[in-house]
């Protein structure tokens, strides 16, 4: 008998990513009792292009509210640095500054490796000594990665703050907030950021180069295996060699092993079943990542952007993605527990 | 194994009603891996009042978006219904106008009845024939409602359209449709609409009396019992006595069997975690009434009520309705399937 429940819950779980992208529409039938419904992709296979920035209402309504992402064209021509940030630009104004970054052997921080939940080894350095590497004319071990998530645009380079606006005016109107952090990226080719989520409504804003996201909507939670892992850093020793030390004081994370460009099918087979969506954001575009969309991040050589997180709303829409959560969880334990 | 799963999935799904009252708040920390969250209720136990009308972005953002329901004072002042709308005015402007009344034996109109889901009998009156009984001046079988709600206003009682706005102008921009139905309502004290939910957004406004509202949230899916019932409908002899008539050609509907009034505790044990929210709606108010949310409805004698019904989204909150609406299926079949 219960196995017979617990199928019938198993089924309903793998049957709801794909439910999920439907979007219902009501063939009028004043009929209350069994409204006739019709079916249109409410998640597209492909993320739509919007040719302006949209009105607040419409942000709100049309994206936010339904966590549906685009991809914002002439949203930010107004901003300087869209013409302003070269290297030599950056090397003028603010090359002597320091800033956090990034540095990992293989180009991935904060991913699984192994066994282990690995962070970066953190280095401060000038931003030009960044760049020097980005252009080929310094050598440094490891991947570089600017990728300070603490509003380092507004703490650690402050001086570029006047080439772009502090917030997007629509949608703080539309979110009813002011961002909680606005981020400055800029790395290598190789550093990729792994498949997560953040608990931020996104909007990223590429000033040169692109990026490359690969994209699943927060109902694809079944099909994404998720494991608890101990914590560790990268350190790096004096030679530019590299080892993992475990942060022993920490708490096992959550996170997903899982690489969406080279998924391990046989060990994750329910991703099969999965359907990323794959976008590419250029100079000049801004790209509204809703909270709780998984992401996997990759880059042109030397791309630089900016990104803006709101806080999201823990309401209804989140209670129901904890549900979800929780139940996944709950069918990965009893398939992997031996019967 | 399977039964350890499967109490994993109950243990959430019972969790769950109380979990999504309560909105998280995050507390300003830049450590993505762990956000820190206070709590504050999302769904509060009484229903908020507004003092006036909010704007479109508010509307959709507080309200729709969150699926919340409020009540809006100071929203139809300007509807001259609201001091013109007497049973004389009513009597001398459409009183020989005919109406759809549904007819009952006990006021309960689509709604379950023993081992059936019980259609009311319909008949065409004229208005005044109805005001006649609500005052006392004449007598009809049974217990009268004017509830047709095939936007009955505007189909049988066009002349009263002048008394209102075809529309509520700020909803309809927040939501970027016109109403699909406004439905003129009148009826007895006695007459009752059982527990149940729409597929709208719905505005409903109190012209005069007033109307009692027993709700739930669609979070509190897992406490309510639905179950699979034989239609029939009510015929009245020209005696003036009731019988149930089935309806041999239509499907079995699945209804709610609970009356929140009076539970049947034994039978529906799970109904003792359930939290009723209760509010009463008077003349002059608007009560926004968030789709999916289940109501049930008592009114003074001779109340009337016009209300706007908005097509709702079918996007990724009501997709998540629909899993718990399955899983809570699942959990009921494995309560009463014997073991």
Redesign the interface.
């Known amino acids: ?6 199928d ?2 198993r089924k ?2 793998l049957e ?1 990513p794909n ?2 992208r ?5 063939v ?1 039938d ?1 009929n ?4 006739c ?1 019709s079916s249109e992709l ?1 998640v597209p296979f492909t993320v739509p292009h919007l040719e302006g920035p949209p009105t ?2 419409q942000f ?2 049309d994206w ?4 549906r992402p685009c991809i914002i064209r002439n949203a930010l021509h107004h901003w300087p640095a869209l013409k302003k940030w070269t290297f030599s630009y950056l090397r003028a104004t603010v090359g002597n500054t320091e800033v956090s970054v990034a540095v990992t052997p293989d180009g991935y921080a904060d991913a699984v490796c192994g066994d282990r939940f690995v962070m970066p080894a953190e280095r401060r350095l000038p931003l030009k000594a960044v760049i020097d590497v980005l252009e080929g004319r310094a050598y440094h071990p490891g991947v570089l990665y600017v990728q300070k ?3 380092n645009l507004s703490c650690e380079l402050p001086q570029l703050l006047l080439d772009v606006e502090s917030h997007v005016p629509w949608a703080s ?4 907030k002011m961002p ?2 606005v981020n400055f990226w800029l790395g290598e080719e190789a550093a990729v950021t792994s498949l997560h989520k ?2 931020y409504e996104n909007l990223y804003c590429v000033i040169s180069g692109e990026k490359h996201f690969i994209l699943h ?3 694809d939670r079944p099909f994404i295996p998720h494991e608890l892992y101990t914590q560790a850093t990268y350190h790096m020793s004096e030679d530019g060699s590299f080892k993992m030390v475990d942060e022993e004081a920490m708490e096992k ?1 959550p996170w997903i092993p899982l690489d969406p460009v080279a998924p391990d099918l046989d060990r994750y087979p329910l991703y099969k079943q999965a359907q990323p969506l794959h976008c590419t954001v250029k100079a000049g575009e801004m790209f509204y990542l809703p909270a709780l969309w998984f992401h996997h991040v990759r880059q042109s050589h030397g791309c630089i952007a900016v990104n803006f997180w709101y ?1 999201m ?12 959560d ?2 996944s969880k ?2 990965e ?2 398939r992997t ?1 031996p ?1």
């Open positions: 008998m219960a196995e017979e429940a617990l019938a819950v309903h779980l709801f439910a999920a439907v979007n219902k529409v009501r009028r004043p209350r009792l069994s409204p419904l409410s607040p209402l709100y309504r936010v509210c339904p966590n998530q603490c509003s109107e539309a979110l009813g909680d952090a953040d608990h909507p927060p109902s994370v806080d709303e823990y309401d209804l829409k989140y209670s129901y993605y904890q549900l979800l929780s139940l709950a069918m334990l009893a527990d019967v």
